[in-house]
């Protein structure tokens, strides 16, 4: 997707009351869609998650510009390393 060509994803989360600036491109691995159907499209991600960061599904969707849609998340699987 055009999302994973990026360099980079700036993005800002609010975090203990401080408003932090981070880079969402490294925490997305993968990307990619399922299913769809009009009006509803489902979405597979692959997220980074680490002990500084992690990759959170509504952060992807916002940077795709679907901050503002209906979505549920289902995790199928946590590794950890």
Known sequence: TLLLSRATLPRERLRDGQLRAYDLRPLVADLWLDK???????????????SQAAGRPEEVLA???????????HRTRLVLS
Do not use: I
Not at 36 to 50: E, F, H, I
Not at 63 to 73: E, H, I, N, Q, R
């Open 36 to 50: 769809w159907a009009p009006g509803r499209a489902t979405l597979g991600m692959r997220l980074v998650t680490g």
């Open 63 to 73: 940077a795709l510009g679907w901050a503002d849609v209906t979505a549920s998340f």
